[in-house]
């Protein structure tokens, strides 16, 4: 493999010298060589703008599920029973120690147990009704609400069915106006809370989903919910997080089978299978973006097929404009190989120079596009396609030799002595 890009210092010594006649050729008519590249300069312009942007977009979504905090969680919801033979075997339905139970498995990241309701609250404004949600350990970091004031709950507070509440930035706001919320106190469902940290729902860039209604809610120990509001240690939802997304399937059913075996063989839960979700959206994403990949790079080949004729044209003219040269070389001993080389060079340096200005610009309205989006105050990223500026670049090679070979061909063809006579 290595004797094929191996080259002896007269082959490259000549390549250089058509590097340098195609320039001198190139900057002898600059309108004309600058009008030549403009179809190719778009069109690579097209496809590195195009591959980076498609790019940017899967990279946004992706950041967008991170910070949803889902794509790698599962869960159990408590379901009934109806089965006789399921109720004499005393299952309970979930509690907090299945959570214990379940965090012990080696597949299983970290988890939490959920109980929802709506209790009315008041503090120094008016009372309304607000959804509650006890929660268990790392419940607020599972579905990624950010602290903004004071803290989150500690494994402390759920030990001691502590009387403290995390307010979502809503719930802050009806509850005490604009007066600092942290440390205040305030009824809820008849009971007194003292608050000690208020929380702000994930801000998301493409997904079209709207988590302001996190901000609304109460957040408490599940412990105390059990304490103060059910008298029992039922909950609602299990929550698990496994390791990553590819590893949900079989952390899912080493995590049902424990459930299972905890609950004497009885199904009184539903699995709620985020991570599913999450695989068919990105399912559906990546085939809507196949598909703009496929539209868009069909408008930049044709982009570039058009400068590939504005190539062609040029060379044409070059030839007929450089007769008499040609037949003059061909007259003191340079063959039709050597002129065909000559015209190619020139034809392959057009390209590929056109394919660089193409990078670069495609480049710089990449950048334009994040700079226009900050100022709208988007937060969008658009990352230099590689594998686009390879391809745009590959194609502009392409054009130069396809769209060169003919004019090289015609010139080397000339009789130099009716060339000459021209």
Same mark, same amino acid.
């Given at each position: 493999?290595?004797?094929?890009?191996?080259?002896?210092? $007269?082959?490259?010594?000549? +390549?250089?010298?058509?590097?340098?006649?195609?320039? %001198?050729?190139?900057?002898?008519?600059?309108?004309?060589?600058?009008?030549?590249?403009?179809?190719?300069?778009?069109?690579? *312009?097209?496809? &590195?703008?195009?591959?980076?942007?498609?790019?940017?977009? /899967?990279?946004?979504?992706?950041? !967008?599920?991170?910070?949803?905090?889902?794509?790698?969680?599962?869960?159990?919801?408590?379901?009934?029973?109806?089965?006789?033979?399921?109720? !004499?075997?005393?299952?309970?339905?979930?509690?907090?120690?299945?959570?214990?139970?379940?965090?012990?498995?080696?597949?299983?990241?970290?988890?939490? @147990?959920?109980?929802?309701?709506?209790?009315?609250?008041?503090?120094?404004?008016?009372?309304?009704?607000?959804?509650?949600?006890?929660?268990?350990?790392?419940?607020?970091?599972? %579905? %990624?609400?950010?602290?903004?004031?004071?803290?989150?709950?500690?494994?402390? !507070?759920?030990?001691?069915? $502590?009387?403290?509440?995390?307010?979502?930035?809503?719930?802050? @706001?009806?509850?005490?106006? =604009?007066?600092?919320?942290?440390?205040?106190?305030?009824?809820?469902?008849?009971?007194?809370?003292?608050? &000690?940290?208020?929380?702000? *729902?994930?801000?998301?860039?493409?997904?079209?989903? =709207?988590?302001?209604?996190?901000?609304?809610?109460?957040?408490?120990?599940?412990?105390?919910?059990?304490?103060?509001?059910?008298?029992?240690?039922?909950?609602?939802?299990?929550?698990?997080?496994?390791?990553?997304?590819?590893? &949900?399937?079989?952390?899912?059913?080493?995590?049902?089978?424990?459930?299972?075996?905890?609950?004497? %063989?009885?199904?009184?839960?539903?699995?709620?299978? =985020?991570?599913?979700?999450?695989?068919?959206?990105?399912?559906?994403?990546?085939?809507?973006?196949?598909?703009? =990949?496929?539209?868009?790079? +069909?408008?930049?080949?044709?982009?570039?097929?058009?400068?590939?004729?504005?190539?062609?044209?040029?060379?044409?003219?070059?030839?007929?404009?450089?007769?008499? @040269?040609?037949?003059?070389? /061909?007259?003191?001993?340079?063959?039709?190989? !050597?002129?065909?080389?000559?015209?190619? $060079?020139?034809?392959?340096?057009?390209?590929?120079?056109?394919?660089?200005?193409?990078?670069? #610009?495609?480049?710089?309205?990449?950048?334009?596009? @994040?700079?226009? *989006?900050?100022?709208? $105050?988007?937060?969008?990223?658009?990352?230099?396609?590689?594998?686009?500026?390879?391809?745009?670049?590959?194609?502009?090679? *392409? &054009?130069?030799?396809? #769209?060169?070979?003919?004019?090289?061909?015609? +010139?080397?063809?000339?009789?130099?002595?009716?060339?000459?006579?021209?």
């Amino acid at each position: 493999m290595a004797r094929l890009f191996r080259f002896s210092k $007269a082959q490259l010594y000549e +390549a250089y010298e058509l590097l340098l006649d195609g320039c %001198r050729s190139i900057f002898a008519h600059k309108l004309r060589s600058l009008l030549t590249l403009t179809g190719i300069v778009f069109g690579v *312009a097209s496809l &590195v703008t195009m591959f980076s942007i498609v790019t940017g977009i /899967k990279m946004m979504i992706l950041d !967008d599920y991170e910070q949803w905090g889902l794509k790698d969680t599962f869960g159990f919801d408590a379901s009934s029973v109806d089965s006789r033979a399921a109720a !004499d075997r005393a299952s309970k339905g979930l509690r907090s120690p299945d959570t214990d139970t379940l965090l012990t498995l080696a597949s299983v990241v970290e988890g939490t @147990e959920l109980l929802f309701g709506e209790f009315i609250g008041q503090a120094r404004l008016e009372p309304r009704r607000y959804p509650v949600v006890g929660t268990g350990r790392e419940g607020l970091e599972m %579905r %990624r609400l950010a602290v903004v004031a004071g803290r989150s709950l500690t494994h402390l !507070d759920l030990a001691e069915r $502590a009387p403290i509440a995390v307010l979502g930035t809503r719930a802050a @706001e009806e509850l005490f106006g =604009n007066a600092n919320p942290l440390g205040r106190q305030f009824v809820l469902g008849g009971e007194r809370f003292r608050t &000690v940290g208020v929380v702000k *729902a994930p801000r998301l860039t493409l997904i079209p989903a =709207n988590f302001d209604f996190l901000e609304r809610r109460v957040y408490i120990p599940v412990s105390t919910y059990q304490v103060r509001f059910t008298g029992t240690k039922a909950v609602q939802t299990i929550m698990l997080r496994a390791p990553s997304y590819e590893a &949900v399937g079989p952390t899912l059913r080493d995590a049902e089978s424990k459930l299972l075996q905890l609950h004497r %063989r009885v199904r009184d839960f539903e699995i709620e299978n =985020n991570a599913a979700e999450y695989g068919e959206d990105m399912e559906m994403i990546n085939g809507l973006l196949l598909g703009w =990949n496929i539209v868009l790079g +069909a408008i930049a080949v044709i982009s570039l097929l058009i400068g590939g004729i504005g190539l062609f044209s040029i060379l044409q003219v070059s030839v007929r404009e450089r007769v008499r @040269e040609i037949g003059i070389r /061909k007259s003191v001993g340079a063959d039709d190989a !050597d002129i065909r080389r000559e015209f190619l $060079a020139e034809s392959l340096t057009l390209a590929a120079l056109g394919g660089v200005l193409g990078i670069l #610009f495609g480049s710089g309205l990449c950048t334009g596009a @994040e700079f226009i *989006a900050a100022a709208f $105050a988007r937060d969008w990223y658009i990352p230099i396609s590689p594998l686009g500026s390879m391809i745009g670049f590959a194609f502009s090679i *392409a &054009v130069g030799i396809g #769209f060169g070979i003919y004019p090289a061909r015609r +010139a080397a063809d000339l009789d130099p002595v009716a060339a000459i006579s021209q």
